[in-house]
């Protein structure tokens, strides 16, 4: 089933403490980003890639890092989380990074920073 | 900078109801608006896509309709159904904006049995 995965899908941690959601796509996509929701917010992108080893900023992408070492996977990394990222994130892929392919998002991962 | 308003933010109607639901965008250069639907707590579950050189869209009971010139779209569900409950929300990709979504609000749709 093609589809976008996440791991973990509910995290709790504390500030500080470095951690990594991972993200995984099985259709071969070359694009794949991510965003957070916050309630009255929207959806917001954090960091992009266009292909493996490319990547870039999205529009709030302080506090975070990327890689893009391989072509499925695009890992999220926090590594000094803090309370205001707590939020609802979403991984995203799709064919290409240019005119406008259709997206698939993953399930989603519920980060809480306390 | 693209702005993506949905109105009505939230709808509640009787099963069996067609609506429509709304989305309007201030920069007509968009490659395409998809078209998506979120359940509580969920991910987002891809609906429909318009190109930008399409005017409209169906699948099923979904029809969705372009006017880049107006900058709106409209999501047409037929027959409602308790089971469409759940937030919708459209989103663009502008021209020479590498493939970011911006996304309305959402419409918070119930449908009561």
């Known amino acids: 089933e093609a589809q976008v995965t996440q791991n973990p899908r509910y995290l709790i941690t504390v500030t500080g403490k470095k951690l990594t959601v991972t993200c995984s796509q099985n259709m071969n996509h070359e694009y794949m980003s991510w965003y957070r929701q916050d309630p009255g917010l929207g959806l917001r992108q954090i960091y992009y890639?266009?292909?493996?080893?490319?990547?870039d900023k999205g529009d709030v992408p302080e506090g975070y890092k990327v890689s893009r070492k391989e072509k499925r996977n695009f890992p999220l990394i926090l590594e000094s989380p803090s309370p205001n990222q707590t939020s609802l994130y979403f991984c995203?892929?799709?064919?290409?990074?240019?005119?406008?392919?259709?997206?698939?998002f993953g399930p989603g991962t519920r980060l809480t920073v306390t | 900078k693209q702005e993506v308003t949905q109105i009505p933010a939230a709808l509640s109607v009787p099963e069996g109801e067609n609506l429509v639901l709304n989305c309007s965008f201030t920069?007509?250069?968009?490659?395409?608006l998809q078209w998506f639907r979120q359940d509580p707590g969920k991910g987002l579950t891809s609906l429909l896509l318009?190109?930008?050189?399409?005017r409209e869209q169906t699948s099923g009971r979904l029809n969705a309709s372009l006017d880049k010139s107006s900058g709106r779209s409209t999501l047409y569900i037929a027959a409602s159904q308790p089971g469409d409950s759940a937030t919708y929300l459209c989103?663009?990709?502008?021209?020479?904006?590498?493939?970011?979504?911006?996304f309305g609000g959402g419409t918070r749709l119930m449908v009561k049995p």
């Open positions: 920069d007509s250069a968009i490659y395409n």
């Open positions: 318009i190109q930008s050189s399409q």
């Open positions: 989103a663009v990709i502008r021209v020479n904006a590498g493939n970011m979504l911006t």
């Open positions: 890639s266009m292909n493996v080893e490319v990547t």
């Open positions: 995203a892929s799709s064919l290409s990074g240019t005119g406008g392919s259709e997206q698939y």
